[in-house]
């Protein structure tokens, strides 16, 4: 019986830290999603913010 027991606990712990490893997996991506949206969309304020003063000619 004790082994039985033993099984199943192992069997849902590994089960839970399955689903915890590919939670934590997703929301990294997310994250890493998000910074790279807003790496993007700085650079793209900061790019019009300095250039957009300064005739497109230069010259």
Do not use: C, H, I, N
Not at 1 to 11: A, E, N, P, Q
Not at 16 to 29: P, T
Not at 36 to 51: D, V
Request: charged share 35%; hydrophobic share 35%.
């Amino acid at each position: 019986m004790k082994d039985v027991d033993g099984d199943v606990d192992t069997l849902s712990t590994s089960r839970s830290a399955r689903f915890q490893s590919r939670y934590l997996r997703e929301r990294a991506r997310d994250a890493v999603a998000r910074a790279e949206a807003l790496r993007s969309e700085s650079r793209r304020l900061f790019a019009r913010s300095w250039f957009g003063s300064r005739p497109a000619g230069r010259a």
